[in-house]
């Protein structure tokens, strides 16, 4: 893990740039222009917060009672999930969603552009990544702070085989009541139910969560939106190099989760940017494949 004075001395950008100590001693970079601010930890590489200037409400949602320690995903914000999104795609015993949201990245790069922040993040294959999956990777996470969040996420294959991926970016955003939320953009769109044994059906209109809601949406458009009556604002997602949107509320089931308090499942919805299932992505050798996704916040009516 990198020392937060060399972080500051070679990636801080005057008050803009900032590397501090989080809970747990964990570090954080604080982004904060005259477009935006935005928090993101070293570990999982996982943005915290992200806020428009002028915006009353943070875009995501990040839990009180968040775990913060090695091992463990922090609650909120946008986790990686990858290389595998779900559970062990081998049954190996494996934890779900892969291992890059539990492993500190490495900070290469700090930008400031016309009021925007870039900061680069990078993980490699080591001899601890490989007890979980054998493969020779590089995986670069790129996330510009301006106007709007934007995340480009490559993943290169330095090994001599091909290797497969799935992958998602477990983005909790704020809402001000789950049940005057809806998600637009998906009508017609077929999908797979977990909570139905993956039972594939069509979506009819938008999306109303009143229950314990997990679908992967199958061969998804490149844009949707989240409206937000309560808080009057609509979240625009729109992405490449994906083709799946995972929707996901866990609804009573948060009443199990040590690490939020159970009434919080009314406070987001996970709208996932995603290559998952059917859609994973076989990369080979010397190749890479990139992903990328934009959020922005609009007023709603």
């Not at 609650?75 to 559970?87: K, V």
Request: glycine share 8%.
């Amino acid at each position: 893990m990198q020392d937060l004075n060399y972080l500051n001395r070679i990636f801080g950008r005057e008050d803009k740039i900032q590397f501090v100590e989080g809970p747990a001693g964990m570090p954080l970079i604080e982004l904060a222009t005259a477009r935006a601010s935005a928090r993101v930890a070293l570990y999982g590489g996982q943005i915290l917060s992200f806020k428009p200037v002028g915006a009353e409400h943070d875009l995501f949602y990040l839990s009180q009672k968040a775990i913060y320690q090695q091992g463990k995903a922090i609650r909120g914000g946008a986790p990686l999930c990858w290389p595998w999104f779900g559970d062990d795609p081998g049954n190996l015993g494996r934890q779900p969603h892969g291992f890059a949201r539990n492993l500190f990245w490495e900070v290469l790069d700090s930008q400031i552009h016309d009021d925007n922040a870039e900061i680069t993040l990078g993980l490699e294959s080591t001899a601890t990544s490989k007890q979980w999956w054998p493969s020779e990777f590089r995986l670069r996470k790129k996330i510009h702070v301006g106007e709007k969040l934007s995340i480009s996420l490559t993943t290169e294959n330095k090994g001599e085989i091909p290797f497969s991926i799935s992958k998602a970016l477990h983005s909790y955003f704020r809402v001000g009541d789950i049940t005057q939320t809806r998600v637009s953009g998906l009508d017609g769109i077929d999908y797979l139910d977990k909570t139905l044994g993956f039972a594939q059906h069509r979506q009819a209109g938008d999306i109303h969560a009143d229950k314990e809601t997990d679908r992967v949406y199958l061969d998804a458009p490149k844009r949707v939106e989240i409206i937000d009556a309560m808080f009057k604002r609509r979240i625009e997602i729109e992405h490449n190099g994906a083709d799946n949107f995972v929707v996901w509320n866990p609804w009573d089931k948060a009443a199990t989760f040590k690490d939020m308090p159970a009434e919080d499942y009314a406070q987001f919805i996970c709208v996932e940017t995603a290559n998952a299932i059917a859609n994973s992505v076989i990369i080979a050798p010397g190749a890479a494949h990139n992903m990328q996704v934009s959020y922005s916040i609009n007023a709603e009516g």
